[in-house]
């Protein structure tokens, strides 16, 4: 079992998250409930996957929810764009949240590609 709060892969999502509310503050009401809150709970599942898959008792186990958690980044790359054509988000805002997002997405992807190292040693 290990701490996620120590994985800089978990700070880079759990920092995305954090910006991502700050930027839909401002979306229209009507949306709260529906694609605000969809867009929210994609993104919380990002660094809620890498939580969970500390938690369990193998890298396997680990790269397994890290693999879901990158699906989560998908989902929420479509909706920011989703956003963006629908006019909530401005193109600042949407470079802003996609450059972060990115970011986080490359981490993730080396941090899978280092718990497939590890499990190949064994």
């Excluded at 605000?36 to 994609?42: C, D, P």
């Excluded at 909530?88 to 990115?102: I, K, P, Y």
Aim: aromatic content about 10%; glycine content about 6%.
């Amino acid at each position: 079992m290990k701490d996620f709060r120590t994985l800089k892969v978990w700070e880079k999502a759990h920092g995305f998250v954090l910006l991502l509310y700050k930027e839909t503050q401002g979306f229209p009401v009507a949306e709260q409930f529906g694609l605000t809150s969809q867009l929210r709970r994609a993104a919380v599942s990002i660094p809620s996957n890498i939580a969970e898959g500390c938690g369990r008792n193998t890298d396997a186990e680990l790269r397994r929810f890290c693999e879901i958690a990158m699906g989560s980044a998908s989902e929420v790359e479509y909706q920011i764009l989703l956003f963006q054509e629908l006019g909530f988000l401005s193109s600042g805002n949407h470079a802003r949240l996609l450059e972060a997002l990115t970011s986080c997405r490359r981490m993730l992807n080396s941090f899978i590609q280092t718990l497939q190292q590890s499990e190949r040693q064994l």
